[in-house]
Each structure stands twice: as structure tokens, then as C-alpha cells.
């Protein structure tokens, strides 16, 4: 079994198109349908189903999908290892964030990059559903999320810092001078809010499920900065933690009584997979702004 092989099968499972997955890995597809049947004979089973020209995953493909990536992830941790040797004068560093965590990511990409300038960094924004998924598949190499994943023996999870709920409004509204606002205040303005899937639109939708309330979401959008320029407009409100508007000139976060839940900012990773010193360093930094 060789790491090719695994590679080639992973593609081809996530995409179930031999062509386009021999396309994007830069071979013909009569290689690639080589080496897997070649795969296949060694385990001594399908890993896929073939369909005239359609590709469908056994059950055993499926099962054995998670193990290739691990194996493949092993591998890359062995070649890192020995990188690691030489320093920090090389790679690249993939990093997952949720919009509300820009304020701290912003700085901390400043001061890694004045330390370390030869390392390359690629900065993914989604849901933390979506970056957690990424984690997963090794895709990154840590998240920034206000998810807090527990009970889960595969994940690291590193606090950053707690924030509370606040209703966003635009500076000039008269609710921007309101010391405090209640969720039943709440509901006599129209919202726009985050779209399920956002750990901050859950935490939502639990704190008014839990008082019985049910608030007037008129827009639901799954880009933050947008659902903010929808805010600066005047015509809506929002709820988000205070963090994420931290640095907007022209919004402002009031208060939310009786709301005594906290989100919770953190670092999530792999457990079991090797840590670059690149991350390590990235840490540090981030660790040292969330004191």
C-alpha cells in the first residue's frame, strides 16, 4: 500500500468522478483507476462500485476513508517533524476562524509574520460547523471559534476568552443610548441575524427558547460582514457578541439583560496530530492577547 494510492482513493472518494479527481491531481484517469484497483486487490475488496461510467462508494470504502486520512495525516506529521529541524524558515500555516474572532486574528497575523516572514499563512473564514468539519479532514491546521466542543476525546480545546451577547444597533439609532435592553424589549424590533449554523445563531436561539420568547428575525444571513453593513443601515438590529463589533465606528453593543451566558473563544485542534512549531508560535501569540 502506498501513500499515492491513498491519495488518489481519497480524491476520488470525495469528488466520485475518477475524471475530475484525476484532473485535479494532475494524472490520467487510466492511473488513477490503476492504482486503485491495485489498492483494492491488496485490501482484497471494493472500495467502489462502477456503474457505467458512475462511481459509487462501498461500505467498505466508506469505513476505510477515515483510517487513509489518518494514515496520509501521519505521514505529513513524520515530514513536518523533520522540516521542523531547520527551523521556522518554511511552510505554510492553515488557520480556520469564525468572523467574531477577526479582532484577535488581525494582530496576532501581524506580530507572526514580523517574526517569522518566510512563513506562508492561509486564513479560512466560515461557521464553526464548517471549519470543524475542515479540521477533521486536515484541511487546517487549528480553529478560532466562539464552539466550545466538549466530550469529545479527538479534540484539543485551548480557552481564549469569554464575551457576552449584545444587541448591535447603529450608533445614531436612540437605542444606542439605552444603558441595558430585556429580550422582551428586544422583540419589538425586526432583526437580522447570523443563519443557522453559526454557533453565535444557536447560542441565540436557545437563550429565547429558553425564556419563551420568540423574536421577529425578518433577515438571516450566512456572511457576517454583510449581516453587518445590513445593521449600519438603520432598518435592523442584531445580536451578536460584543467582540465581533469591537472595532466598527458606526455600531454599538448594548447590553442584554438578564442574559448571563457567556460565548466562549478557543483554539481547537486535532489531539492526535503532531503540532508544527509554526503553531506552537502561533499560539503563544494568541494565548498572550487572550490574557
Known sequence: MELRQLRYFIKAKE???FTEAANQLFISQSTLSQQ???LEDELGTPLFNRVGKHVYITEAGSLFYDYALQALSKANDGLQLLKDINGLHAGRLSIGTTYGLRHILTPAI???HKAYPQINLEV???TSQELTHRLEKFELDFVLTFEEVTHRPDIKHQPLFDSELGFIVEKRSPLAKLKTISLKEILDHE????AKGYSTRRFVDEVFAKNKLTPRISVEINDIPTL???IE?????TILTHTTVQNAARLVSVPIKAVKGMQHAAIISMKEVYEKRAVKAFYDILLKAGT
Do not use: E
Not at 443601515?233 to 438590529?237: E, K, L, M
Open 191 to 194: 432583526l437580522a441575524l447570523p
Open 233 to 237: 443601515t438603520g432598518n435592523w438590529h
Open 228 to 230: 453587518l453593513d445590513l
Open 110 to 112: 501581524l506580530k507572526f
Open 124 to 126: 479560512v473564514f466560515g
Open 15 to 17: 469528488l466520485l468522478n
Open 36 to 38: 486503485i484497483k491495485q
